[in-house]
């Protein structure tokens, strides 16, 4: 005996399921009501851009093992998505506008007003997913920041962000700046697909979070060594080709205030995170909700009244050189030649002999 719990019911337009075509009712908006006591059950699911939608057909009456499909092709019913079957369960999956209380707000399903919900999951789009990432791969290949580009040129500053927000792990005002300046710069130099390999060079004046978003978006990064860190506490970055031509933008000195009125609820909750070190579960979900909200917003902002931009002659250093590796006599690591010390005519590592080094972390750059 199987028990299956009914735990709400769909809302919608189409009220009898003959002669609703399932094309047609995929394209109107539908509800998904959930009973009280299944509620909680909904807990973040508003996060999920699509879900599946378990229900029954609680209208359909009798089946046959072959079935004309709409298209008037003769199939198995199991190769159809017809609702006279054996068990009369439909699956559908749909998109998520929104989330009210216990009620889902859908486009995409195929189910009549009154019809049962069995059951609610997030959509497994990992095989779709997987396709796309193959046919991607193949062009990247070629060209690993293709795409990226295409988004700078179009000024795609909100999906620049979204995949900014995979390298910095969250969403802050401080990286949509990264993003937006970083996009600026690149238009305003007429940045192409060859420019690179150390030709393009990023000078940033600050370790904060728009430093992210311009690593980013220009690709200038300290391993492929087109990133300069100027250690001055500045919002501020220049880009530059190797013709020393560069263009500098800088946060205004009223940005803050003007920014600060924007997102009063993302700036009270980075206070309690960061300023009051408060790390707690419910206040990181709170900072992560609101952040990604000031993030987007701020990318609406006018640009003019958040920086300053100012045509620049830059100092370009020689091309990166490659230096050997030597082993260190204690740890037997291998290190740069040019960061060795020798003691007793052997080669060791800074570490290794206690001698100080540069390190940069949160407070800037300092001798360890």
């Known amino acids: 005996m199987i028990n299956i719990k009914n735990i709400g019911i769909v809302s919608s337009k189409f009220k009898e399921a003959e002669p609703s075509d399932a094309r047609l009712m995929k394209k109107e908006i539908s509800y998904v009501k959930v009973k009280e006591e299944f509620a909680e059950g909904l807990y973040k699911i508003e996060k999920s851009e699509f879900i599946d939608i378990v229900f029954h057909f609680h209208q359909s009456e009798n089946y046959e093992m072959k079935t004309h499909t709409y298209s008037g092709d003769y199939k198995g019913v199991f190769a159809t998505r017809s609702p006279k079957r054996p068990s009369a369960i439909g699956v559908t999956t749909v998109k998520l506008l929104e989330r009210k209380g216990n009620t ?5 399903l195929d189910a009549i007003d009154g019809t049962p919900v069995l059951d609610i999951k997030t959509g497994d789009t990992y095989l779709l997913q997987q396709n796309l990432e193959d046919i991607n791969n193949e062009r990247l290949k070629n060209d690993p920041r293709k795409d990226i580009m295409a988004l700078i040129l179009a000024k795609d500053t909100e999906r620049l962000l979204l995949k900014a927000g995979q390298l910095h792990g969250h969403y802050c005002p401080g990286l949509a700046m990264g993003v937006m300046a970083a996009t600026h710069a690149m238009n305003e130099l007429k940045v192409n697909d060859s420019d690179g390999l150390e030709d393009l060079l990023a000078i940033t004046e600050t370790n904060n979070c728009l430093s992210d978003g311009v690593q980013f978006v220009t690709g200038c990064t300290f391993g492929n060594n087109a990133l300069i860190f100027k250690d001055l506490g500045k919002t501020a970055f220049t880009l530059t080709k190797r013709d020393g ?12 205030e003007y ?4 997102k009063q609820a993302f700036t009270e909750e980075y206070a309690r995170l960061v300023g009051e070190q408060d790390h707690s579960k419910e206040r990181k979900e709170n900072y992560k909700l609101n952040g990604i909200q000031a993030a987007l917003h701020t990318l609406k902002l006018d640009f003019d009244k958040i920086f300053k931009v100012e045509r620049i002659d830059v100092e370009i250093p020689e091309y990166a050189p490659s230096h050997e590796s030597i082993i260190c006599t204690k ?38």
């Open 259 to 262: 920014m600060h009125k924007e």
């Open 331 to 368: 740890c037997s690591e291998p290190i740069m030649a040019t960061r060795i010390v020798e003691k007793n005519k052997k080669p060791f590592c800074l570490e290794c002999v206690g001698e100080a080094f540069g390190k940069l972390d949160g407070q800037g750059v300092h001798n360890n």
């Open 104 to 108: 889902l707000k859908v486009t995409g």
């Open 245 to 256: 031509k560069g263009i500098r933008i800088a946060s205004r000195a009223d940005a803050k």
